[in-house]
């Protein structure tokens, strides 16, 4: 690679949309004692959260809309060790380094020139076989090209070679792996994101290398060669860091009828919480549920669903919901999901639980890549059972076992 040249310290931002192929500068954020964004323009919103005003928005810490992408966890160190000899990593810098590449419409111009990248195909991410592993790879050659959040070990990547198991050209994938903690969470995730497409919530397309070690989603936030904007609900409701695991469903579902105004995305969102706690899911925090929409339009709705594990297997994470419902994270009963839809001003949440309990049985009873996980399917089972059982939980169902991964 080319030897990079980077500054010691970032401590000004111009941040862009690029509209049309051209990029339109919104406005700039700086740090100094504080971090501080002031618009250049009075048309179009960075956030929902923050409309245009004459007026700097200054936080202690970087604003929530800046934030939701920063990376967590194994990709974080790895970055921060990399370039440490180059300067001082913050986040400032590490907004510079997402550049133009970042989930969502917003573009970080600092004035950075990083080298070019050679190119990957979906088919040799896939089909890859040498003794070496492959995600190291890819996260040596791609980590300065797109900075994602979260903690598990990710990368984006970027390609315009057609696939040979794809009729389109894959243009924007972001590829995971798994560590020891987590044996096959390539796997999970996969079946977690094929039961949620059996059930007709629509996610992205996914892949599963034939070596098991790794997982390829696409990227929803590109649409027919426009990028939308994205704002997860840690972002609209002014949570920072673990915050996200501070707020409850009944508010997420209020959230969404705030920003969009409209009880079909109310639905479609009550449709993701119920699937989420069926599918047994513990980790659906506010950052995994999203809004998107065309910067400076009104035509806000649910992003579609992303980063769906069945957690209950892993014994290092507690057995227990990201938010609560009712007050109480313990995953809940059938009644308990009526009383959240009714709540929401749904129709027939009786009818919409049972659909998708009924779908994700019937993918999981014909699935072969669940088979791969020793218990996965007995234990999905185990969650679904909630879905049909109005009473009082028995304390078979929950046992507390350590904090989440984050």
Same mark, same amino acid.
Request: charged share 25%; proline share 3%; aromatic share 10%.
């Given at each position: 690679?080319?030897? #990079?040249?980077?500054?010691?310290?970032?401590?000004?931002?111009?941040?862009?949309?690029?509209?049309?192929?051209?990029?339109?500068?919104?406005?700039?954020?700086?740090?100094?004692?504080?971090?501080?964004?002031?618009?250049?323009?009075?048309?179009?919103?960075?956030?929902?959260?923050?409309?245009?005003?004459?007026?700097?928005?200054?936080?202690?810490?970087?604003?929530?809309?800046?934030? $939701?992408?920063?990376?967590?966890?194994?990709?974080?160190?790895?970055?921060? +060790?990399?370039?440490?000899?180059? =300067?001082?990593?913050?986040?400032?810098?590490?907004?510079?380094?997402?550049?133009?590449?970042?989930?969502?419409?917003?573009?970080?111009?600092?004035? #950075?020139?990083?080298?070019?990248?050679?190119?990957?195909?979906?088919?040799?991410?896939?089909?890859?076989?040498? /003794?070496?592993? #492959?995600?190291? $790879?890819?996260?040596?050659?791609?980590?300065?090209?797109?900075?994602?959040? %979260?903690? $598990?070990? /990710?990368?984006?990547?970027?390609?315009?070679?057609?696939?040979?198991?794809?009729?389109?050209?894959?243009?924007?994938?972001?590829?995971?792996? @798994?560590?020891?903690?987590?044996?096959?969470?390539?796997?999970? +995730?996969?079946?977690?994101?094929?039961?949620?497409?059996?059930?007709?919530?629509?996610?992205?397309?996914?892949?599963?290398? +034939?070596?098991?070690?790794?997982?390829v989603i696409e990227r929803f936030d590109k649409v027919e060669g426009k990028r939308l904007a994205f704002e997860d609900f840690s972002t609209l409701m002014g949570k920072q860091g673990d915050e996200k695991y501070n707020s409850s469903y009944e508010s997420l579902l209020k959230a969404v009828?705030?920003?969009?105004?409209?009880?079909? $995305?109310?639905?479609?969102?009550?449709?993701?919480?119920?699937?989420?706690?069926?599918? %047994?899911?513990?980790?659906?925090?506010?950052?995994?549920?999203? #809004?998107?929409?065309?910067? =400076?339009?009104?035509?806000?709705?649910?992003?579609?669903? @992303?980063?769906?594990?069945?957690?209950?297997? @892993?014994?290092?994470?507690?057995?227990?919901?990201?938010?609560?419902?009712?007050?109480?994270?313990?995953?809940?009963? /059938?009644?308990?999901l009526i009383d959240l839809g009714i709540t929401a001003g749904i129709n027939q949440s009786a009818d919409i639980i049972d659909f998708i309990a009924d779908n994700i049985s019937d993918y999981i009873t014909h699935s072969q890549e669940i088979k791969l996980i020793e218990g996965l399917r =007995?234990?999905? +089972?185990?969650?679904?059972?909630?879905?049909?059982?109005?009473?009082?939980?028995?304390?078979?169902?929950?046992?507390?076992? /350590?904090?989440?991964?984050?």
């Amino acid at each position: 690679m080319t030897e #990079l040249k980077l500054p010691l310290s970032i401590e000004q931002l111009s941040v862009q949309y690029n509209q049309n192929r051209q990029a339109l500068d919104l406005g700039i954020l700086t740090h100094g004692t504080h971090h501080s964004f002031q618009y250049t323009q009075q048309d179009i919103p960075i956030s929902l959260t923050m409309k245009c005003r004459d007026d700097a928005y200054n936080h202690g810490a970087i604003h929530p809309i800046f934030s $939701q992408n920063l990376p967590e966890g194994f990709v974080r160190r790895y970055i921060s +060790e990399k370039l440490a000899r180059y =300067g001082k990593i913050s986040d400032m810098y590490f907004l510079a380094l997402q550049g133009a590449n970042g989930i969502g419409a917003l573009d970080f111009d600092a004035g #950075l020139h990083l080298p070019d990248v050679e190119q990957i195909t979906l088919t040799d991410i896939l089909s890859w076989q040498s /003794k070496e592993k #492959l995600f190291p $790879q890819l996260l040596e050659k791609y980590y300065l090209r797109g900075i994602l959040s %979260g903690v $598990q070990p /990710k990368v984006m990547i970027n390609t315009d070679v057609q696939s040979r198991v794809a009729v389109q050209q894959q243009h924007h994938l972001i590829v995971k792996t @798994y560590d020891e903690e987590f044996p096959l969470l390539t796997v999970n +995730e996969f079946v977690c994101m094929e039961a949620a497409r059996h059930c007709q919530l629509t996610p992205p397309k996914t892949y599963l290398s +034939e070596n098991l070690e790794n997982y390829v989603i696409e990227r929803f936030d590109k649409v027919e060669g426009k990028r939308l904007a994205f704002e997860d609900f840690s972002t609209l409701m002014g949570k920072q860091g673990d915050e996200k695991y501070n707020s409850s469903y009944e508010s997420l579902l209020k959230a969404v009828r705030l920003y969009t105004g409209s009880i079909s $995305q109310v639905e479609k969102a009550y449709k993701l919480i119920v699937f989420n706690c069926l599918i %047994g899911n513990g980790d659906a925090h506010l950052k995994n549920f999203a #809004l998107q929409y065309t910067l =400076g339009e009104k035509d806000v709705v649910l992003a579609p669903p @992303y980063d769906i594990t069945h957690t209950i297997i @892993y014994d290092s994470i507690d057995n227990h919901m990201a938010l609560s419902l009712k007050k109480s994270k313990a995953f809940p009963n /059938k009644n308990d999901l009526i009383d959240l839809g009714i709540t929401a001003g749904i129709n027939q949440s009786a009818d919409i639980i049972d659909f998708i309990a009924d779908n994700i049985s019937d993918y999981i009873t014909h699935s072969q890549e669940i088979k791969l996980i020793e218990g996965l399917r =007995g234990s999905i +089972e185990n969650s679904l059972a909630l879905a049909r059982y109005n009473g009082a939980l028995k304390e078979n169902y929950r046992h507390l076992k /350590k904090k989440k991964h984050d």
